[in-house]
């Protein structure tokens, strides 16, 4: 902060000496120590009998400040300065005395804090008030406010202002009356019916954001109505009609064509958001009243932005063929007798190269738009695509190809998802057919996954069975080739819904069955899973199932065989799986993993004698199938543990004490300060995660089955090795599990209090759904509790969990009608809270 007092803007000397500090601070910590200070210090401020309103409004601006730019630290409870927030919104001298009081009391007050209903009445005093600037700042308030008790109260008042003289107040009126009414139809009517037969033409430009939200043919008349004299008078702009048109899904009237022809005219040097606004309106009106204005006044809109096909900017090419989307093709294409192409040829060509464009947005909207032109142009492209495929491609460049290829049968397909699923499987017997190579060979395109899955998850429910049936039917046909990719899709889509496929589960499990060998271990963990899965569905499961189980865990490495373990284990006890299925967040295969993980861990802690947790750091972990568990501390000194030594025949040469134990993760023996060796501990397992599984990416962690296997046998010697020559006396027992937290899920409510001394809020633009699915991707566990559920209904709460460190974070969402979110946070864990809140604020 290089400036000084007099050009910093800021309030006061101490309001600059606080921004000051805390913009030099060395760190983010240092900065929060600061305004916690200062914190302390204004409250000591307001404790102290007859404060003067300035005193009492540069401590609220102060502490406004403090609680926005604390970092990591939460500013506590400020209830303390909420009685002197609502005394300056009463009893302020000057319009912004009053605004800082009530923007005080709007960003940190509860909206059910009692203080709330003095607020109430002060912005009632207000409304009564003879300043037109008291009215005028009461109804901005109004329009935030959120509390129940507001809209009774000044409903009388507020009917008065919606015929007031006075522009400013009328205007503001109409936006309360809706922001505090809009789930009344009574009061809905009466708005419209106002609006409708409002003489002052005035009153319509300045209500746009209320006539467009009621999106009623009568709003739809008048705002047509309004269009041509909006044109014609300098003093509005027809601009903001057309986007209160075009936001309200409101058709534009015919009559007002040549208007909208008008606009594209000065709207394209440069191009302007009201360009795409009037193209869109264009897309309400018939083909061919469109033609027959174009033949009228020889002008035609797609001939209005042929200058931007030239350009080389990516926004105006984007702009250029969006607008273009919007016409139907007879008006521009020259595919209809009487009605002349627009574009040259040169021009045809260089619109048919935006297929080739970097950008994603571009080569989609281009594909609508040839294909509106002519289906056999896209597919010329779809040909030429899969020829494109070829085994010596790259992983990135073939899965580029491949959504390339997914982008043009979406646009093939539109809404079939019978003709999708043939198209789906038509393009992966070329991507993953005999000429790719071995299917072992083969890598999983995890966009391709994503992709799939996310077209299934958007279908209708009826649509959704079909297509997954259809998906499904390769599987249970021996001679059909079924690579990685594909096969990854099926097990995630058959976890999910198997319970609704009119095939077969038993079918279904001999096809995944016959197929395990043919593919890489990753893929192999998938499809185990899915069988686990698919086995609660069977009364019996087959014993040719069982047999390629064991077959294939005889000749796998550590993982895939501890994977198949599982599968042969649980699929004799179909009650508990079904118990596990139940408990899943959901039908998906992560989730599953998720409760089946859970499941073993708490068997794993209730089986095993309960010790002392804490390990002494050299002590050596071992790893078993269904739980981790590791030598317990040894409770006295005891004699020092012998060295494990190789077999004579693997010494090549080398003296006893030059040699050392080789793990899975070529570990070396340490020395100690006394000289004695000392075994460090053994490496994790490799573990899967949910998202990771989905995707079938994790290929690279998973040991290939003959290295896997060399590994495991010299691992396995060496623990033996160990383990014979431990002294067992030393010992509470030989092995102990892993304390795991099997507690039940907390309250949020009783969350969210405990965690009140580290307390965030803020505003984003997004809306709750957005942010639901940012939270998503730090793949952490999450509960989300509906809008209409207690505790705090009408606000969206949401719990996450970050596991094992047991680290909860809070969340609560307030959706605005000006389609943002306000939203209070509140987590123990400086990391987690940071995590957070930083994907909120960059939203």
């Not at 509860?110 to 300043?131: C, F, I, K, Y």
Request: hydrophobic share 40%; proline share 6%; charged share 25%.
């Amino acid at each position: 902060m290089d400036v000084s007092f007099a050009s910093s803007g800021a309030m006061s000397r101490a309001h600059y000496s606080l921004v000051r500090r805390v913009e030099t601070a060395t760190s983010v910590q240092a900065a929060d120590r600061v305004i916690l200070d200062e914190i302390n210090t204004i409250q000591s401020t307001l404790e102290q009998p007859h404060l003067s309103i300035k005193v009492c409004k540069e401590s609220l601006i102060l502490l406004l400040y403090c609680a926005m730019a604390l970092s990591a630290a939460s500013p506590g409870d400020l209830s303390f300065a909420f009685h002197h927030a609502v005394n300056l919104a009463e009893l302020g001298e000057s319009i912004l005395d009053k605004r800082i009081g009530y923007t005080f009391c709007l960003q940190m007050m509860p909206p059910n804090h009692e203080l709330h209903l003095m607020l109430v009445n002060t912005l009632r005093n207000d409304l009564e008030s003879t300043s037109i600037g008291r009215i005028c700042l009461a109804m901005d308030i109004l329009m935030q406010i959120r509390n129940e008790d507001a809209a009774p109260a000044v409903q009388s008042r507020l009917r008065f202002f919606l015929r007031d003289k006075n522009d400013s107040v009328r205007r503001r009126a109409h936006m309360v009356y809706y922001a505090l009414f809009h789930q009344d139809p009574d009061h809905v009517k009466r708005l419209e019916e106002l609006l409708t037969h409002a003489g002052d033409p005035d009153i319509i430009p300045s209500n746009l954001m209320v006539a467009s939200k009621l999106r009623s043919e009568s709003m739809t008349r008048l705002l047509n109505s309004h269009l041509h004299n909006a044109w014609l008078n300098p003093k509005h702009s027809v601009y903001a009609i057309l986007r209160a048109l075009r936001e309200g899904g409101m058709n534009l009237d015919s009559r007002n064509v040549p208007l909208i022809f008008d606009v594209v005219r000065h709207a394209s040097l440069p191009p302007t958001q009201a360009l795409l606004d009037a193209f869109a309106l264009l897309s309400t009106i018939p083909s061919d009243v469109i033609t027959e204005y174009q033949a009228k006044l020889s002008y035609s809109p797609a001939a209005g932005i042929r200058h931007l096909l030239k350009s080389s900017n990516a926004n105006e090419q984007y702009i250029f063929i969006s607008c273009l989307s919007f016409l139907d093709p007879s008006s521009w294409a020259g595919d209809r007798p009487g009605n002349p192409a627009v574009f040259d040829e040169w021009e045809v060509q260089e619109i048919i190269k935006l297929l080739n464009s970097h950008d994603n947005l571009i080569r989609k909207a281009t594909l609508k738009v040839l294909y509106s032109v002519n289906p056999s142009i896209v597919a010329t492209c779809y040909s030429q695509l899969t020829q494109s495929v070829r085994p010596e491609l790259s992983v990135a460049a073939k899965g580029d190809c491949v959504l390339r290829l997914f982008d043009v049968m979406e646009i093939q397909c539109q809404e079939d998802s019978e003709q999708y699923a043939k198209l789906f499987k038509e393009l992966f017997a070329i991507v993953e057919g005999d000429v790719q190579g071995r299917i072992e060979t083969l890598p999983v395109l995890e966009g391709c996954v994503d992709r799939v899955l996310n077209r299934v998850r958007d279908a209708d429910t009826i649509s959704r069975v079909s297509l997954v049936t259809a998906l499904v039917i390769p599987l249970i046909e021996p001679e059909i080739r079924v690579g990685p990719t594909l096969m990854v899709v099926i097990c995630a889509l058959v976890c999910e819904h198997c319970a609704k496929l009119p095939i077969s589960p038993v079918e279904i499990l001999r096809g995944m069955a016959k197929r395990l060998v043919f593919f890489s271990p990753s893929v192999q963990d998938v499809c185990l899973l899915s069988m686990l899965r698919l086995s609660a569905e069977c009364n019996e499961v087959p014993e040719e199932v069982i047999r390629a189980v064991q077959e294939l865990s005889r000749s796998s490495g550590r993982y895939i065989r501890n994977r198949c373990e599982q599968l042969l284990s649980f699929a004799r006890r179909r009650h508990i799986l079904t118990d596990i299925i139940s408990r899943a967040p959901s039908s998906s295969l992560p989730d599953f993993l998720s409760s089946l993980t859970k499941y073993q861990h708490s068997s794993a802690d209730r089986s095993s004698p309960r010790q002392p947790s804490s390990e002494s750091p050299g002590s050596l972990e071992v790893h078993h199938p269904l739980s981790v568990v590791s030598l317990n501390k040894l409770r006295y000194e005891a004699y020092p543990t012998p060295q494990p030594v190789s077999s004579l025949k693997n010494l090549s040469g080398q003296r006893p004490d030059e040699t050392s134990l080789r793990g899975p993760g070529n570990v070396g023996k340490g020395v100690s300060k006394e000289g004695s060796t000392t075994m460090p501990p053994a490496e994790p397992e490799n573990t899967v995660t949910p998202g990771e599984l989905t995707l079938a990416v994790a290929e690279h962690w998973l040991e290939s089955d003959q290295a896997a296997q060399v590994r495991e046998d010299s691992k396995t010697v060496a623990l033996d090795d160990l383990a014979s020559r431990v002294d067992l006396i030393a010992l509470d027992s030989p092995f102990i599990a892993d304390h795991v937290d099997t507690r039940p899920e907390p309250d949020f409510e009783e969350r969210w209090n405990s965690m009140q001394n580290s307390n965030l809020r803020g505003w984003c633009e997004a809306s709750t759904d957005t942010i639901l699915e940012v939270l998503r991707t730090l793949q952490l566990y999450m509960r989300v509790i509906a809008i209409d559920q207690p505790p705090f209904e009408g606000e969206v709460k949401v719990l996450v969990h970050a596991a094992p460190a047991d680290k909860y974070a809070a969340l609560r969402l307030r959706d605005r009608n000006d389609e943002g979110c306000l939203w209070r946070l509140r987590c123990d864990d400086l990391a987690l809270r940071m995590t957070i809140k930083r994907l909120l604020e960059g939203m």
